[in-house]
């Protein structure tokens, strides 16, 4: 079975920076792509960065600049990178892997929270 487990959220100051993780477990399939949306409160879910396998990255452009995506040498698990985070960004994180096969599997969300 197929689980996203992520990283803890948190709150953090304006300005500040977090990391989050998300490692793909009990997979047969190769993940074809990974990344982040995330859904602040009254807002739909939007994407964030994405990761493909062989290494392009995607940033939206709201968070450009601030933040990174990035893998390890297993590509099972990206890490996004937030830096000098806005309370804008108050959202829910959720990770996403997208197989070879076509399936997308979701994590559970990370709350995180930035206070002015």
């Known amino acids: 079975q197929v689980q996203l487990v992520e990283s803890e959220g948190g709150l953090v100051q304006s300005g500040g920076s977090l990391e989050l993780s998300c490692e793909v477990s009990?997979?047969?399939?190769?993940?074809?792509?990974m990344g982040w949306y995330r859904q602040a409160p009254g807002k739909g879910r939007e994407f964030v960065a994405s990761l493909l396998n062989g290494g392009q990255t995607t940033i939206d452009d709201s968070v450009k600049g601030r933040f990174t995506i990035s893998t390890d040498i297993t590509a099972r698990a990206n890490y996004l990178q937030m830096n000098l985070l806005k309370p804008d960004d108050t959202a829910i994180y959720y990770c996403y892997a997208l197989m070879d096969n076509h399936d997308t599997y979701w994590g559970q969300g990370i709350q995180v929270t930035v206070s002015s």
């Open positions: 009990g997979i047969i399939f190769t993940v074809r792509d």
